[in-house]
């Protein structure tokens, strides 16, 4: 097994110390079954996959929007007071 090193802050070094104390396992456990967690839960999807129930439907209440490039205007810039 290789080894890897990261950089937490004091807030997460506790909560990991607290919860691998909880579960009787050691820090290098704890880390790599909530690792090994998420890569499955994800595994293979993409963010549409992930939230397509949600996909299309919103309506603008613009029929152009996506076409329309007055919409575009501004897009992304930093409004000022």
């Given amino acids: 097994m290789r ?21 009787r396992v ?3 456990k704890f880390l790599r079954d909530v690792m090994e967690e998420r890569m499955n839960r994800f595994k293979g999807k993409s963010c ?3 939230t397509k ?16 490039i007055n919409y575009m205007k501004n897009f992304g810039k930093v409004k000022t007071r």
């Fill in 3 to 23: 080894t890897i090193t990261f950089k937490a802050d004091k807030r997460l070094v506790n909560w990991l110390e607290k919860e691998s104390k909880a579960l």
């Fill in 26 to 28: 050691s820090k290098s």
């Fill in 48 to 50: 549409y996959d992930l």
């Fill in 53 to 68: 129930d949600a996909c299309g439907s919103f309506r603008s209440g613009v029929s152009d929007l996506a076409t329309n």
